[in-house]
């Protein structure tokens, strides 16, 4: 089977599932390295197959502590893979402006749920939906920072 480690999207506390399972989609986790990765906690919905075959069995305190450890693992990894983009000259398509920076996102990240690229204005004035190569000179969680070059 063929995984993208670009992105995932995982429910955690879906009917059934015992500490074991969970472990097993934290160790997937470390051994995948997503770039990015989003998880929610299950909930029924009327009319699904889930909803209308299988117990809700999952406490919702277990579904919480789960889906909070699961997350605060795929921030450890994205803080890793964010920071070796440091140095790295990256495409970035500006969104928009927020006071002193300028809002961007790689060419690889779409817009609201992905990192973000952020560079100071400065008295420079970037478009919004243009393109510019952008030298990353830091890093956090989930967002970079850089420098129009």
């Given amino acids: 089977m063929k995984i993208s480690r670009n992105s995932w999207n995982s429910p955690v506390g879906h ?3 015992t500490d074991e399972d ?3 989609l934290m160790e997937f986790t470390r051994w995948a390295r997503f770039e990015r990765m989003g998880a929610f906690a299950y909930s029924e919905e009327d009319g699904t197959y889930s909803g209308e075959h299988y117990e809700d069995d999952v406490p919702e305190s277990v579904k919480q502590k789960r889906l ?3 997350m605060q693992l ?3 990894i994205s803080a890793e893979l964010e920071a070796q983009k440091i140095g ?3 495409q ?5 402006k927020e006071g002193n920076w ?3 996102r790689t060419e690889f990240c779409s817009p609201e749920v992905d990192p973000e690229v952020l560079i100071p ?3 420079k004035r970037l478009r919004t939906g243009q393109f510019y190569q952008v030298k990353i000179t830091d890093a956090e969680e989930f967002d970079l920072y850089g420098q129009v070059i």
């Fill in 15 to 17: 009917p059934g599932e």
């Fill in 22 to 24: 969970f472990e097993e």
């Fill in 68 to 70: 909070d450890r699961l």
């Fill in 74 to 76: 795929q921030q450890d």
């Fill in 88 to 90: 790295q000259t990256l």
């Fill in 92 to 96: 970035v398509i500006i969104d928009r």
């Fill in 102 to 104: 300028y809002i961007g």
């Fill in 121 to 123: 204005a400065d008295g």
